[in-house]
């Protein structure tokens, strides 16, 4: 079921792939094999394999593809007035990368593509000028569309029905050869950033696969975690998630840590590391390279700004940059709370508890918030709607960003990773953020949100767009659970309250019983010092009495031993009272959690009664609950294996809550634009200052925003305030150190009613 972990040198030793040593070299057993051919049924099952005839298109509009750009550099050199000799040495050629080169997509998806040229064809002139032009003058081309200004310029359209983004990047060499390496460094030298960028994926992705022990279950658990993050709600990069390449580099890392092991159990140790794993430590495939070009890499010892990125996932291929630094602290906090799902889930499947089923259910979005943003958009016609949406999607994680910085973490905000349309409405989609409070959070009667300053901020900045055009809008406003458009919901109707028991709402239940629990035993350690205060006062006033009937200095006089036992002895009660809350409370948790995972010990293996009563129903799988008695000090030795990891990479960097470079630069460009000059010097002031600035800090850079209360309304209203001048218009609001909090929110209307 696989080859050997470990690559083979030329001597025949097995050589490390990694930074660290490998936290085990264990094989599969026979349980592991088992469990991964379910494992392959089930995604084969989900429709994640393309079918052969696909395939073979797929190969077809590759080699066309390459056909085409060779007529089209030919061309242009013979219109740039070389002689023939150079004009049929011209060549250029087709690489690709992303999902199709890793070997991991699936029906219908897209194939990345990267034109690599000479340094006669340029971008702007050649590439997106008479490459475009012949392009779109092919039957079989549709839906071309050029992206030029993009960070990194694409070309996207569909060839014979498959879809195909396709970059460009300019070599420094007169002739480019039919076995060309990009990933050699030199192919670095002397070009432009656009042309590293461009680059940088296909010299990324084959790194990938140069780095893990075992392409074919690298690839299997590869698909098993995208299904399960694009179920869950977390694949995505522009909306504060991780993308594909994000998934492939932690899979990557997983393989080599387990480098011998099958799919089944790269799943459950992907989970288990990643649930432990100190954010923001990064994950590395190898050791980042300083390279001899100069190009910035990756380093928060010295770029300041890579100190703020909250999850580094570091690309293995020079220059070494963080893929995912649009991960912000709430979307962090969410894949951190799926990663222990996750765990939890293939602890319980190694004792029957749990399926893959279980694993892949869809993440209930629109169940599990009270509250939430909806922003549509709308569009004169198709292809105004196409640029609109990817403006608006680019800017999506702004709104997170700055809401949390507005509210210093309080707020905390869920992006839905798509988008969806309203049938009864052409050319217009929405989107959607679950909205709560921080957990843990004392609440205080009266204290409230406003985001309307902050909703008004994301919507300017958005309507900066270059290529904006009339008919080009968009809307901002809460909705409550109850309220949610029918559109969002499969066939257009709203589901009724779910019957089926799942993991997820198994798991709420508990934590809401163990809250009332923990709320009912807070209310009890109240009352014991509310008893003990009164017991202090009474014992207060009848000595006061009894020293003014004596007569006496109370100083003077030595409390006898009664006395300090009758005034101690409440407290003592309180005390042992509290602990025994704490130690019930512990243990209950203890209990659940063990029931639901099916340990009755601390070893994680059953009891004789499970194993009598015929839960495990093969002999198979009996041998595999017992050879799991040392699972505990297996997860024990992976546990320390796992810290000693972390403890070797860069130190943590403390990033300020809600601070990015992302909300950095959006600043920056405002300055640019003319908007006041206090943000320009607050925000001068806040990058002369370290990333351990305390609390005042964050409270000057309060001026360069808005006020940080958020009101939101029970209906569909606008979160636009009726009579409010734009911010940058009018005095900065004095600071407050600590955002007001509310979550039973109020209207709107009757906000403003009370303005005015």
């Known amino acids: 079921m696989g080859s050997s972990g470990l690559i083979k040198s030329n001597t025949g030793q097995q050589q490390r792939l990694g930074i660290t040593e490998p936290i085990s070299l264990g094989g599969p057993t026979d349980y592991d094999v088992i469990k991964t051919r379910e494992l392959e049924k089930y995604l084969q099952d989900a429709g994640l394999y393309e079918n052969q005839e696909e395939a073979v298109s797929r190969e077809e509009v590759l080699g066309r593809l390459d056909q085409i750009v060779k007529i089209w550099v030919k061309t242009i050199s013979r219109a740039k007035g070389l002689n023939e000799q150079l004009v049929q ?31 006669h064809a340029s971008r702007d002139e050649d590439f997106f000028g008479e490459l475009h032009r012949m392009l779109s003058e092919m039957p079989e081309v549709t839906e071309l569309h050029p992206v030029p200004d993009a960070h990194v310029p ?51 992705t084959d790194q ?7 392409i074919s279950n690298f690839r299997t ?29 932690l899979v990557a890392r997983i393989c080599q840590l387990f480098p011998n092991a099958l799919p089944n159990m790269l799943v459950s140790r992907f989970f288990r590391v ?59 906090r969410i894949m951190t709370e799926e990663f222990q799902r996750g765990n939890e889930i293939c602890e319980a499947m190694e004792v029957s508890k749990a399926d893959w089923d279980t694993l892949f259910e869809p993440y209930p979005f629109f169940e599990y918030y009270k509250n939430y943003l909806q922003i549509d958009i709308s569009a004169e016609n198709a292809d105004d709607l196409r640029k609109w949406k990817g403006w608006v999607e680019s800017r999506l994680r702004q709104l997170t960003l700055k809401i949390e910085r507005h509210t210093y973490g309080m707020l905390q905000c869920h992006p839905h990773p798509g988008d969806f349309s309203d049938k009864s409405k052409p050319f217009h989609c929405s989107y959607f953020m679950g909205l709560q409070r921080k957990q843990g959070v004392p609440v205080n009667e009266g204290e409230q949100f406003d985001i309307r300053l902050t909703v008004e901020e994301f919507k300017q900045s958005v309507n900066m ?25 499969a066939g257009g109707v709203r589901p009724s309250r779910p019957t089926k028991v799942t993991w997820d709402s198994k798991r709420s239940s508990e934590l809401k019983i163990s809250g009332n629990a923990q709320a009912q035993k807070s209310e009890e350690v109240k009352a014991v010092e509310c008893e003990v205060d009164d017991e202090r006062k009474r014992k207060r006033a009848e000595d006061s009495m ?38 019930s409370e512990v243990n209950s948790i203890s209990e659940q959690k063990s029931e639901k995972l099916g340990l009755k010990s601390l070893g994680g293996s059953p009891s004789r009664d499970t194993e009598t009563n015929g839960s495990v129903g093969s002999k198979l799988q009996v041998n595999h609950i017992l050879a799991t008695t040392d699972t505990f000090s297996c997860k024990e030795a992976e546990k320390v294996a796992t810290e000693k990891i972390m403890s070797g990479l860069y130190e943590a960097h403390q990033a300020f809550l809600g601070e990015s470079e992302e909300l950095e630069d959006d600043i920056e460009y405002r300055n640019k634009k003319g908007f006041g000059g206090n943000m320009k010097k607050s925000n001068m002031e806040s990058s002369n200052s370290t990333a351990s600035v305390s609390e005042e800090t964050v409270i000057s850079n309060k001026k360069t925003t808005f006020s940080t209360h958020l009101t939101l309304n029970g209906g569909l209203d606008e979160l636009e305030p009726a009579e409010l001048a734009p911010p940058w218009l009018t005095a900065a609001p004095v600071p407050q150190r600590k955002p007001l909090i509310r ?14």
């Open 274 to 332: 990643y649930t432990q794993w100190r954010w923001p430590n990064p994950v590395l495939l190898c050791a980042i390279e300083e390279g001899s070009l100069g190009l910035q890499i990756w380093d928060p010892r010295r770029n300041p700004k890579d100190r703020f990125h909250l999850m580094p996932i570091i690309t293995p291929a020079y220059p070494c940059m963080n893929s995912s630094y649009n991960v912000s602290s709430s979307t962090l």
């Open 743 to 756: 979550l039973n929110f109020t209207s709107l209307g009757k906000a403003a009613d009370k303005s005015s």
């Open 208 to 214: 990938i696969l140069r780095l893990v022990p075992n």
């Open 154 to 204: 694409v070309m996207k359209f569909k060839f014979n029905g498959v879809s195909v983004d396709l970059l460009y990047a300019k070599l420094a060499l007169w002739g480019v050869p039919e076995d060309l390496d990009i990933s050699q460094e030199s192919i670095l030298q002397n070009v432009d950033e656009q042309t590293v960028r461009s680059l940088n994926g296909c010299r990324v």
């Open 546 to 583: 009894g020293n003014l009937r004596n007569c006496k200095s109370f100083a003077s006089s030595p409390p006898s031993m009664g006395e300090v036992h009758e005034v101690r002895n409440p407290i003592s009660i309180a005390s042992s009272c509290f602990m025994k809350c704490d130690d």
């Open 221 to 249: 658990t590869l698909r098993c975690m995208r299904l399960w993050a694009k179920r869950r709600g977390v694949y995505s990069n522009v909306a504060g998630f991780l993308g594909g390449i994000n998934w492939a580099l």
């Open 465 to 489: 767009y270059t290529l904006w055009k009339p008919g080009m809008l968009i809307h901002v406003s809460h909705v409550k659970r109850r309220n949610i458009p029918n559109f969002v919901f």
């Open 89 to 119: 040495e011209a060549n250029a050629k087709i690489f690709t990368f992303g999902s199709y080169r890793l070997g991991v997509h699936g029906p219908g998806a897209d194939i990345d593509t990267l034109c690599v040229g000479p340094r």
